[in-house]
Nanobody, 121 residues
Framework: VQLQAFGGGSVQAGGSLRLSCAVSGGTSSGYRMGWFRQAPGKEREFVAAIATGGSRYYADSVKGRFTISRDGVKNTVYLQMNSLKLEDTAVYYC????????????????WGQGTQVTVSS
């Protein structure tokens, strides 16, 4: 399984971006997918996850602003990010897991390469 994240960029605070994660060698619909992020000098942290049945989970810091979704036909998972804040600046990673807790890095088996999101004032 290979994951490729893209769609990052630079945006002003309050703006929006949509990240995409293309899944190859497997499917996005048959597995549990998640997004994590890592800011400079900080640990990689959970952002959002979507389960096989479609249930969605979010970190408190992004709830109400970010939306995770997937397109089973395109084998792609998305992270729509609205009302971006300075503290959302980070490298964003998509990942896939077979089981375990949705918010733990150790639960994920495959990772994409990351895409940079920079929010400026």
């Amino acid at each position: 399984v290979q994951l490729q994240a893209f769609g990052g960029g630079s945006v002003q605070a309050g703006g929006s971006l949509r990240l995409s994660c293309a899944v190859s060698g497997g499917t996005s619909s048959g597995y549990r997918m998640g997004w994590f992020r890592q800011a400079p000098g900080k640990e990689r942290e959970f952002v959002a996850a979507i389960a096989t049945g479609g249930s969605r989970y979010y970190a408190d810091s992004v709830k109400g602003r970010f939306t995770i979704s997937r397109d089973g036909v395109k084998n792609t998972v998305y992270l729509q990010m609205n009302s971006l804040k300075l503290e959302d600046t980070a490298v964003y990673y998509c990942a896939q897991r077979r089981g375990g807790s949705f918010d733990l890095k150790s639960s994920y088996d495959y990772w994409g390469q990351g895409t940079q999101v920079t929010v400026s004032s």
